[in-house]
C-alpha cells in the first residue's frame, strides 16, 4: 500500500514538475545589443507590429530615400535567443543591392512583447505579422516579398514559406531539418540519453507548443514549396 501511495505520488510530483523544468530549461536568454542600423548609416524607422495574444513586436524598417518607387523588401528575423540587432550586417548588404529590409524581433526576444514562451511555428507566426505588415506599406512591391532567417528563425521561414504563394524566394541559414534530431544532438552535447529523457520531452512540447511533428518536419515540408531547395536553402 505504501508502495503504491509512493509510486502514486512521485508520478504526480513529476507530472507537476517536468513542464516546469522544460520551461526553465529552454527560456530565452534575451539579448540586448545597443546598434542600430543608423550605426551602419541606414536610414530607418521604429516599428510596433501587432502579432498573436495581444503582443506587440519591435522591428527596423530600412528602406531610405534613395530607394525610390516600390522596391522588393527581404523580411529578416534571428535565431533562438538573438535580436534584429545580430541581424544587421544582412541589412546594409540587402540595402546595397537595392531591397528594403524589415528586421524583427520575435516575441521574448530584443524588444519585442514577453510571451509565455516561444517555439519555432511562434516565431513562424511573428515573421507572418511582419509579412502582412509589409504588404500594407505603400514602399513595399508585394510581388517581390522575401523572407531570411537565421537557425530557428531559419526554419520558421520554410515552414511560412511551406503555407504561403505570395513570396518571391527566402534565404534559410542554419535550420534544423527536425526537431527529433536537434533534440538528438542538444541530449548528447549534454551526456543526456534521448530515451527516455529526450523522448518524453518531445512528446510534451508537440501538444503544449501547439505544433504537430509532421509539421515541423521541414524535410517532408520543403515538398509542398514552389521554390527549389538545395541544402535546406531557398535562394532568391
Same mark, same amino acid.
Given at each position: 500500500?505504501?508502495?503504491?501511495?509512493?509510486?502514486?505520488? *512521485?508520478?504526480?510530483?513529476? !507530472?507537476?514538475?517536468?513542464?516546469?523544468?522544460?520551461?526553465? *530549461?529552454?527560456?530565452?536568454?534575451? #539579448?540586448?545589443?545597443?546598434?542600430?542600423?543608423?550605426?551602419?548609416?541606414?536610414?530607418?524607422?521604429? #516599428?510596433?507590429?501587432?502579432? =498573436?495574444?495581444?503582443?506587440?513586436? +519591435? $522591428?527596423? %524598417?530600412?528602406?531610405?530615400?534613395?530607394? $525610390?518607387?516600390?522596391?522588393?523588401?527581404?523580411?529578416?528575423?534571428?535565431?533562438?535567443?538573438?535580436? *534584429?540587432?545580430?541581424?544587421?550586417?544582412? *541589412?546594409?548588404?540587402?540595402?546595397?543591392?537595392?531591397?528594403? =529590409?524589415?528586421?524583427?524581433?520575435?516575441?521574448?526576444?530584443?524588444n +519585442? @512583447?514577453?510571451?509565455? %514562451?516561444?517555439?519555432?511555428?511562434?516565431?513562424a507566426? @511573428?515573421?507572418?505579422?511582419?509579412? @502582412?505588415?509589409?504588404?500594407?506599406?505603400?514602399?513595399?512591391?508585394?510581388? &517581390?516579398?522575401?523572407?531570411?532567417?537565421? +537557425?530557428?528563425?531559419?526554419? !520558421?521561414?520554410?515552414?511560412?514559406?511551406?503555407? &504561403?504563394? @505570395?513570396?518571391?524566394?527566402?534565404?534559410?541559414? !542554419?535550420? %534544423?531539418?527536425?526537431? &527529433?534530431?536537434?533534440?538528438? &544532438?542538444?541530449?548528447?552535447?549534454?551526456?543526456?540519453?534521448?530515451?527516455?529523457? /529526450?523522448w518524453?520531452?518531445?512528446?510534451?512540447? =508537440?501538444?503544449?507548443?501547439? #505544433?504537430?511533428?509532421?509539421?515541423?518536419?521541414?524535410?517532408n515540408?520543403?515538398?509542398?514549396?514552389?521554390?527549389?531547395?538545395?541544402d /535546406?536553402?531557398?535562394?532568391?
Amino acid at each position: 500500500m505504501y508502495i503504491l501511495i509512493a509510486t502514486a505520488a *512521485a508520478v504526480l510530483v513529476l !507530472a507537476i514538475s517536468v513542464p516546469w523544468l522544460i520551461r526553465l *530549461a529552454y527560456r530565452v536568454p534575451r #539579448c540586448t545589443v545597443n546598434e542600430t542600423p543608423a550605426d551602419l548609416k541606414l536610414l530607418y524607422r521604429e #516599428c510596433r507590429i501587432a502579432t =498573436v495574444n495581444g503582443k506587440w513586436l +519591435s $522591428a527596423w %524598417f530600412v528602406v531610405g530615400e534613395d530607394l $525610390a518607387g516600390k522596391v522588393p523588401v527581404v523580411a529578416v528575423i534571428h535565431g533562438w535567443g538573438g535580436s *534584429a540587432a545580430q541581424m544587421l550586417p544582412f *541589412a546594409r548588404l540587402l540595402h546595397q543591392a537595392g531591397y528594403g =529590409v524589415l528586421l524583427l524581433d520575435a516575441r521574448n526576444h530584443g524588444n +519585442s @512583447d514577453s510571451d509565455s %514562451f516561444s517555439s519555432m511555428p511562434r516565431f513562424a507566426e @511573428d515573421l507572418e505579422h511582419g509579412l @502582412d505588415w509589409l504588404k500594407k506599406q505603400p514602399q513595399t512591391d508585394p510581388h &517581390r516579398l522575401f523572407l531570411l532567417g537565421h +537557425s530557428v528563425g531559419a526554419a !520558421a521561414t520554410l515552414l511560412l514559406a511551406s503555407r &504561403r504563394r @505570395d513570396l518571391a524566394g527566402i534565404i534559410s541559414i !542554419a535550420s %534544423f531539418a527536425h526537431p &527529433r534530431e536537434l533534440m538528438r &544532438r542538444q541530449m548528447r552535447s549534454h551526456h543526456i540519453p534521448y530515451y527516455p529523457v /529526450g523522448w518524453l520531452v518531445l512528446r510534451y512540447i =508537440v501538444p503544449v507548443y501547439k #505544433c504537430q511533428v509532421i509539421e515541423i518536419q521541414l524535410k517532408n515540408r520543403k515538398k509542398t514549396m514552389r521554390n527549389p531547395v538545395q541544402d /535546406g536553402t531557398i535562394m532568391m
